[in-house]
């Protein structure tokens, strides 16, 4: 009898073990997954915010407004994460991180897209994007100046520094 406890007891303890391993390769995967998205988001919002810039077709200027105010895959994947993990999670962390990154990536973006919209006139501006201000040095510049400096928004050092922060938070530990 004795022995038949402490085989269940011994069973118990496997059984504990297994389940703590299997949380943890869960909320690694989960972590995986969520970093994917937000890296995947972050490349999608950029590339539409550089082809809009470039070509001014109101389609990827569109499409960049549905991708972040309505689809918000970035944010969903951190909330989906966090419903596995806890906010103590070292990974969780990077990924808000990553976030807070992207978002001032975003920013930068925005101003950028903001700017080529004034460049072709078109009183049809997302409220999302009329919304920004463009600063006084930039609403003097005719709209040939203001195409170059919503180039360089998204050429520009900061931008690139800001964009490969977002991907090094991505690297989970």
Known sequence: MARNKHEKN???????????????????????????TIQESSAFLTEQAQLFIITHDTKYADAYINAKYIDRNREKAVYN????????????????????????????????????YNCINDKNIPEYVSSIQIRPSDK?????????????????????????RVNENCALL
């Open 10 to 36: 011994k069973e118990n303890i496997y059984k504990s073990r297994i389940k703590t391993v299997q949380k943890s390769i869960d909320s690694y995967i989960a972590c995986e997954r969520a970093s994917k």
């Open 81 to 116: 994460l966090l419903q596995i993990t806890s906010r103590d999670d070292p990974n969780y962390q990077k990924l808000l991180n990553a976030i807070t990154q992207a978002e001032n990536l975003s920013s930068i973006e925005l101003y950028g897209i903001r700017l080529a």
């Open 140 to 164: 003097r510049n005719n709209p040939e100046e203001q195409q170059k400096v919503a180039l360089q928004t998204i050429t520009s050092p900061g931008y690139l520094v800001y964009k490969n």
